[in-house]
């Protein structure tokens, strides 16, 4: 059963427009959630995370959005360039050692 | 810097073969991971070791064996490949847990037939 999910698996914006990529969980327990990066032919990076004592994270045009109540976050990318088209993950922190467990990635287009 | 490094990039196997991954960081990382992610899939973990000589098996280990003698090396060993274990292959390492993100090699693509 998918802990993170990422409901849509592809996303197209126009270059300049706001980009909004969402992921939903199902696990209360979970503390600590990271936004993955990933071009072609390359592993994934790390974007940027929050805590679960926050609500807001930002980090240059990038902002992380913790809803805890609807166990719901969303990654914002203001403006989109078309060099932010890749396939992004939500993870968050659920195994014993605290591992990570991947959504499936929305890929991002962004479009000149 | 290296960070993380995966080899072989690309490889076919027969099935029924075995092969190892190597991956190897020079970050001093303490946590390291093997991860698999198949078309359409987020990231599946198959192994991962908390320190050298600690190993422990995450979601999805069957047909997988792992090692970890140094703090640097981490190889995944397949034993008589299968062609549900066609996928991409991602080590990663991270200096501790959670509140640090992963280094991840470039992947390893792995096709059996």
């Known amino acids: 059963d998918q802990q993170v999910k990422q409901n849509s698996p592809s996303l197209s914006v126009q270059e300049g427009r706001i980009s909004i990529l969402n992921c939903d969980y199902t696990?209360?327990?979970?503390?600590?959630f990271l936004w993955y990066k990933k071009y072609p032919a390359e592993g994934p990076t790390f974007l940027i995370s929050?805590?679960?004592?926050?609500d807001k994270n930002e980090d240059g045009r990038f902002t992380v959005f913790l809803n805890k109540s609807a166990k719901h976050l969303s990654l914002h990318i203001v403006p989109s360039q078309p060099g932010d088209s890749a396939v992004y993950f939500c993870?968050?922190?659920?195994?014993?050692?605290?591992?990570?467990?991947f959504g499936k990635g929305t890929k991002l287009s962004v479009k000149p | 810097n290296a960070g993380v490094t995966q080899t072989p990039k690309f490889r076919i196997l027969k099935i029924g073969q075995s092969m190892t991954l190597q991956c190897t960081q020079d970050?001093?990382?303490?946590?390291m991971y093997w991860y698999r992610q198949d078309p359409g899939m987020g990231l599946k973990l198959i192994y991962y070791?908390?320190?050298?000589?600690?190993?422990d098996k995450g979601e999805v280990p069957n047909g997988y064996n792992v090692s970890r003698s140094t703090t640097e090396d981490f190889p995944l060993r397949l034993e008589l490949a299968a062609p549900s274990q066609t996928s991409v292959y991602f080590c990663?390492?991270?200096?501790?847990?959670?509140?640090?993100?992963?280094?991840f090699g470039s992947g390893t693509r792995l096709t059996v037939v």
């Open positions: 990663a390492s991270s200096y501790a847990d959670r509140f640090y993100g992963y280094t």
């Open positions: 696990n209360s327990m979970f503390d600590y």
């Open positions: 929050i805590s679960s004592i926050k």
């Open positions: 993870a968050a922190n659920g195994g014993s050692q605290g591992n990570l467990i």
């Open positions: 970050m001093n990382h303490n946590y």
């Open positions: 070791s908390v320190g050298a000589g600690i190993t």
